[in-house]
C-alpha cells in the first residue's frame, strides 16, 4: 500500500476520534490544506463510518469497542471479492467495502474475523451470526449473500452493503416530528418482529445499527449486524453463543436489565422489546434513559447495577430537565418548539416507552409487533394498551407473595378501557334536587367578554344548594358577575364544606368507580386554546392513581358523536350526566379555565350521574406557569375530594337483595306479565359460556313474580311482552395469571297486542378473574342484572289496562 494511502488513513483514523463534529471537520481541514482531493475523500470515509456504525465501534462509549483498522489488507482479494475500503471494525471483525467480481458485478461488505480474536467463543459467536442473517429475508434487513472462509482460516460473511445513517442522526438531520419518527420506528419494530419469528434475537439495537438508506426518494430502514444474535427456540448451529464471567455482550447504554446478568438468565424476544424502548426514548427527546457519562465513570459492578435496577425518568420529565441550550436543539431537530414537543410526550407516548423500559421483562411488550401496534394506535388517535404505571407497581418486589394478586387486580382494573355504554337507571339512582340543577345551570350561562365571567363555584355550594329556588321561566337567566381572585378563592373554599358525621358505614376504602373528564371550558381571551389541554393533563395526573379507572377519551368521543354533541363548551348538565353514564362513568369532571389579571384559576366539579351531586377543585397560578403543572395540582385536589367525598357523592353499594326489593317495590301490586325471553350470546375469541345474561334475567323476573316463558319450548304468542337481545362478552387483557373479559348486553321488549315497543337498554360491564370463563360469566351477570333494575318495573302492566 503507498505511503500517500497510509496518509490519508492515518488521517481518518485520528479524525473518527474527535467526537465534535465541528472539530472533526476543522482537523481534517487543516490537515489536508492544499490537498483537496485528500479533503474529499476522508470526509466520504468518515461519512461512511458514521453511517457504518454497528460496523465501527468508534470510540463513543455507547459502542461495544474501539474501531480497529487493518488497511494493509486493502485490495486483497478474497474469493470473488476485492477489499476497497476499510468500513471499520465492529464487536468481532473488521468489515470492508469490497467489490464483488462474478458472477454478479457489486458493491458489497464483507466482514472477516479480526485477527487475533480467533477463540473458540468468538468461533461460534460468528457462525451463529452467519447462519441467523441467512435465514432472514426482509427489506428492512441487511440481506446476507455469500459465507467462506479466508485462505488464512478466518470465517468471513458478505452482505448488503448500506449506505445511510444511523436513524437517530438521519431523524436529526432531516427535522422529522415526532410522528414522521415513529413511522420509521414503527418499520423497524416490524423488522425485529420478523427476526424474532424465526428464531433469532439481535442483543445489540441501538442507533448505529439501525441505518437509514434513501430509495426511491424516501427513507428506508436497514437493520445491520446480528453480530450476537441467538436463537430464541434452539441452538442454530452446534456452538452455544458464550461469553466470559466479566464480558457484557451488547452495549450497555441499549442493553436489558437481563443482558447485564452474569449468566443463568435465558433471554427472550422481550430482551430486544427494552433495547427498541431505548432507541425510541433517544428519538423522542434526544437522550437516552440512562446517562451516557454515568455509565462511562461506573465500574463494572456499578454498571450493572444501574442498567438492571435504576429507573430512568419518564421521556417528558427528561427533556424537561435539559438545560435551555440542550432542549431549544433537540426541539428544532424535531420541527417544534420546546413546550410543544414536552407536551406532545406527555401521557401516551410516556406510557408505552415505560412500559417497553420496564426493568422486570414480565411487564413489558410481549413482543416488537406488540410496541409497533401501539404507536400505530396512538398515530391513529385511538386509546393505547397502556396506561401509566402505577405507584403499586414500584413496591411490587417488597410486598409479600399473597398480596400480589390483589395488586394486580388493582393494576389491570386502571388500565382497562372503560364501560361503553350505560342508559340513565329510572329506579336505582334517587331524583336530584333541583337546587342541585339550578345551581349547575348557573354556571352554564354564556358570556360575551371577560367583563361578564360566569358566577364562578360558589354558586355550586351547599348552602345555595338547600335555597329555594324560582323556576327560571320567572325569573330569567342569572346576571353574570366577574368575579376577583380573591373571591373565587374563598367562594370555592365553600364547594366542600367540612364532613358531617354520619351513621352510614364508611366506604372509604371501597374503589373509585369509572371517572371521565372532559373538556375544559374556556373563560377569558387568555385562556384561549388551554381548555383541551388542561384536561388532557389533568386526564394524565389522574390515570397515575391505580385506584381510579379513567374513560378513555375516545369513548367520550363516540358517545358525543351518538348524541350529537360536541365537548368543547358541553355546559348543560343534564347532558353531561347522559354523556357520563353512556360511557359508563360513574362519576364526571367538567371545568374551566379563567384568565383574570395573569392569573389563571382552574376549577373542576365532580358530578355523580347516579345522584346528581357535586363536589368542586380549584387551584389558581400565573399566565407564565406550566400548564402541565398546574394540572398536576388540580389533579390533587381532584383526588383528595373525592377520599374525603366519594361516600357522599355515590350511592351505597346494591346487593342482589336489595335490587330484587327495589324492583319489587317499583312494580308494587300491578300485575306481572308473561314474558316470552331469548338473549343470543356471542363470545369472541373464548370458550362457549353457559347462556349468564339470560339465565340471570331470567331469575330477576322471576323472583320479582313474572312468568317467563321458555323460548326453546313455549310460544311467544302466548306472551304478554318479548324481551330478546344479544350478548357480548370478549378477552380484554391479561396480566400475570390475572384475565379481564368485556361484556355488553343489549336488549329491547315489545308487547305482543300491540307490538308497541316499551323499551331499549344496554349495559357493559368488566370483570376479573384467575379464570376466563368465571370472568366473563360474572360481567354477562353484573350488565343483566342492571338491566333487570331498568326495564321490570317498564314491563307491568298497568291496572288499566
Known amino acids: 500500500m503507498s505511503n500517500k494511502s497510509l496518509e490519508l488513513f492515518d488521517i481518518f483514523h485520528r479524525a473518527a476520534e474527535i467526537e465534535s463534529l465541528t472539530e472533526q471537520e476543522r482537523f481534517i481541514k487543516q490537515s489536508c490544506e492544499g490537498h483537496p482531493e485528500v479533503f474529499s475523500r476522508i470526509s466520504a470515509l468518515l461519512e461512511a463510518h458514521r453511517s457504518a456504525g454497528g460496523f465501527l465501534g468508534g470510540a463513543d462509549f455507547s459502542e461495544t469497542t474501539t474501531a480497529q483498522f487493518d488497511t494493509a489488507t486493502l485490495n486483497t482479494v478474497i474469493g470473488p471479492y476485492q477489499l476497497i475500503d476499510v468500513l471499520g471494525s465492529g464487536g468481532m471483525g473488521i468489515v470492508y467495502a469490497a467489490e464483488q467480481r462474478g458472477p454478479l458485478r457489486r458493491q458489497v461488505a464483507l466482514k472477516v474475523i479480526k485477527p487475533g480474536m480467533d477463540s473458540r467463543e468468538v468461533l461460534a459467536r460468528f457462525g451463529t451470526e452467519r447462519q441467523a442473517l441467512a435465514i432472514m429475508d426482509h427489506p428492512n434487513i441487511a440481506r446476507v449473500y455469500d459465507a467462506g472462509s479466508t485462505e488464512s482460516g478466518h470465517p468471513y460473511f458478505v452482505m448488503e452493503l448500506v449506505r445511510g445513517l444511523r436513524i437517530t442522526d438521519y431523524c436529526d438531520r432531516h427535522r422529522l416530528s415526532v410522528s414522521e419518527r415513529l413511522k420509521l420506528f ?4 416490524r423488522a425485529v418482529e420478523h427476526a424474532h419469528q424465526r428464531g433469532i434475537l439481535h442483543r445489540d439495537l441501538k442507533p448505529s445499527n439501525v441505518l437509514i438508506a434513501q430509495q426511491d426518494g424516501g427513507p428506508v430502514p436497514k437493520i445491520i449486524d446480528f453480530g450476537v444474535a441467538k436463537a430464541i427456540t434452539e441452538r442454530i448451529t452446534d456452538h452455544t453463543v458464550l461469553t466470559q464471567q466479566t464480558q457484557l455482550l451488547g452495549t450497555p447504554l441499549y442493553m436489558s436489565p437481563e443482558q447485564a446478568e452474569l449468566g443463568g438468565v435465558e433471554l427472550d424476544v422481550r430482551s430486544d422489546v427494552y433495547s427498541l424502548g431505548v432507541l425510541l426514548y433517544e428519538l423522542l427527546t434526544g437522550c437516552t434513559p440512562i446517562d451516557k457519562d454515568r455509565l462511562a465513570n461506573a465500574s463494572f459492578d456499578e454498571l450493572r447495577r444501574i442498567i438492571r435496577q435504576d429507573k430512568p425518568p419518564l421521556p417528558s420529565q427528561k427533556f424537561k430537565t435539559l438545560a435551555p441550550e440542550l432542549s431549544r436543539p433537540i426541539a428544532d431537530a424535531r420541527n417544534t418548539a420546546e413546550r410543544q414537543l414536552r407536551q406532545s410526550l406527555q401521557g401516551d407516548l410516556d406510557w408505552v416507552v415505560m412500559k417497553a423500559l420496564a426493568k422486570d421483562r414480565t411487564h413489558r ?14 398515530l391513529d388517535r385511538q386509546p393505547v394498551s397502556v396506561g401509566p404505571p402505577s405507584p403499586l407497581s414500584r413496591v411490587r418486589e417488597i410486598v409479600r407473595p399473597t398480596h400480589v394478586a390483589l395488586m394486580a387486580i388493582v393494576i389491570l382494573i386502571a388500565a382497562l378501557v372503560p364501560l361503553l355504554g350505560q342508559f340513565p337507571s329510572n329506579t336505582s339512582a334517587p331524583e336530584p334536587q333541583n337546587s342541585e340543577h339550578s345551581s349547575v345551570q348557573e354556571l352554564s350561562v354564556p358570556v360575551t367578554d371577560q367583563e361578564q365571567e360566569i358566577a364562578d363555584l360558589s354558586t355550586l355550594n351547599d348552602a345555595a344548594a338547600e335555597a329555594p329556588q324560582e323556576n327560571e321561566a320567572e325569573t330569567g337567566p342569572v346576571e353574570p358577575v366577574r368575579p376577583t381572585p380573591a373571591a373565587v378563592e374563598q367562594d370555592s373554599a365553600q364547594l366542600n364544606p367540612p364532613k358531617e358525621s354520619t351513621d352510614v358505614a364508611d366506604n372509604s376504602s371501597a374503589p373509585i368507580p369509572p371517572l371521565a373528564v372532559f373538556p375544559f371550558e374556556e373563560r377569558g381571551t387568555g385562556a384561549k386554546g388551554y381548555g383541551s389541554k388542561i384536561s388532557d393533563f ?3 395526573s389522574l390515570a397515575v392513581n391505580p385506584e381510579l379507572i379513567i374513560v378513555e377519551r375516545a ?23 347522559q354523556i357520563g ?6 362519576l364526571i369532571v367538567l371545568g374551566s379555565i379563567l384568565e383574570l389579571d395573569s392569573t389563571l384559576i382552574l376549577s373542576a366539579r365532580i358530578t355523580s350521574t347516579e345522584t346528581s351531586r357535586i363536589a368542586g377543585a380549584k387551584v389558581r397560578g400565573k399566565t ?10 388540580l389533579a390533587e385536589e381532584v383526588l383528595a375530594t373525592l377520599s374525603e367525598r366519594a361516600d357522599q357523592l355515590l350511592p351505597k ?17 300491578r ?15 373464548q370458550a362457549t359460556i353457559d347462556p349468564a345474561a339470560e339465565t340471570e334475567l331470567a331469575n330477576l323476573m322471576e323472583d320479582a313474580g313474572f312468568t317467563v316463558i321458555d323460548h326453546q319450548s313455549g310460544n311467544r304468542k302466548h306472551a304478554d311482552v318479548i324481551v330478546e337481545g344479544e350478548a357480548f362478552s370478549e378477552f380484554a387483557i391479561r396480566h400475570q395469571d390475572l384475565i379481564s373479559v368485556k361484556a355488553r348486553v343489549e336488549i329491547k321488549a315489545v308487547r305482543t297486542a300491540t307490538g308497541e315497543r316499551i323499551a331499549t337498554d344496554r349495559q357493559t360491564e368488566i370483570a376479573v378473574d384467575v379464570a376466563e370463563q368465571v370472568a366473563g360469566k360474572t360481567a354477562l351477570q353484573n350488565a343483566a342484572a342492571e338491566i333487570a333494575s331498568r326495564l321490570l318495573p317498564k314491563l307491568v302492566i298497568s291496572p288499566a289496562n
Request: net charge negative; aromatic share 4%; with cysteine.
Open 365 to 378: 411488550y410481549e413482543s416488537a409487533a406488540a410496541l409497533a401496534a401501539d404507536l400505530q394506535r396512538y
Open 581 to 586: 353514564r353512556l360511557t359508563g362513568a360513574k
Open 671 to 685: 300485575p306481572r306479565p308473561k314474558v316470552w325471553l331469548q338473549v343470543k350470546e356471542e363470545h369472541v375469541g
Open 538 to 540: 389533568l386526564l394524565a
Open 624 to 633: 407564565t406557569d406550566d400548564l402541565a403543572e398546574l394540572a398536576d395540582k
Open 653 to 669: 353499594p346494591v346487593s342482589r337483595t336489595d335490587r330484587l326489593a327495589a324492583i319489587v317495590k317499583a312494580i308494587g301490586d
Open 555 to 577: 369513548e367520550l368521543n363516540k358517545a358525543l358523536d351518538e348524541q350529537k354533541l360536541t365537548a368543547a363548551g358541553l355546559t348543560n348538565p343534564d347532558e353531561a350526566v
Open 186 to 189: 414503527i418499520t423497524v419494530c
